[in-house]
Each structure stands twice: as C-alpha cells, then as structure tokens.
C-alpha cells in the first residue's frame, strides 16, 4: 500500500505524515512533504540554500508560511 509522503508506514490515528529530504550541494534540492502535500521543493521554486522552514498548523494541519533563511550571506 502507498503511505502519505512515501513514508514506509501510515501514521497513528490523530498523527500528520510528513517527510523532510534534505538537498545534495547544487545537485538535487531539498523538499518538504506534510500529509500528502509537497510544502516545499525545487519544482514549487521555494526553496534557497541554508534553511528551508515551512510553519504548519499544529492542531489543522493548515500550511501558514514558507520561507529560507540563508546561514551561508552572514
């Protein structure tokens, strides 16, 4: 069966899914899937070098706002 995510195992009743892939240097970036749905990723065009941050919802599940914050401009 498929998970949410492509996880290897469904969530727990009352639990999200979600999966963070963190990129390899200019090669392939980073992504962010939560309950099913790509949050972030290259092919989105929302994601930038250091940390890529995606602020949910903890009791919805509602995405609220994306952003990067780049640790490599000092």
Known sequence: PRHK???QKSCPQNYFAFKII???ANVVGPS???EDLVLM???KNNIGRGL???LVNGTT???LQTDTFDMYSG
């Open 5 to 7: 995510c492509g996880n």
């Open 22 to 24: 963190s990129g390899a």
């Open 32 to 34: 962010i899937c939560f």
């Open 41 to 43: 990723s290259s092919v």
């Open 52 to 54: 890529n941050i995606a």
């Open 61 to 63: 599940g509602q995405l």
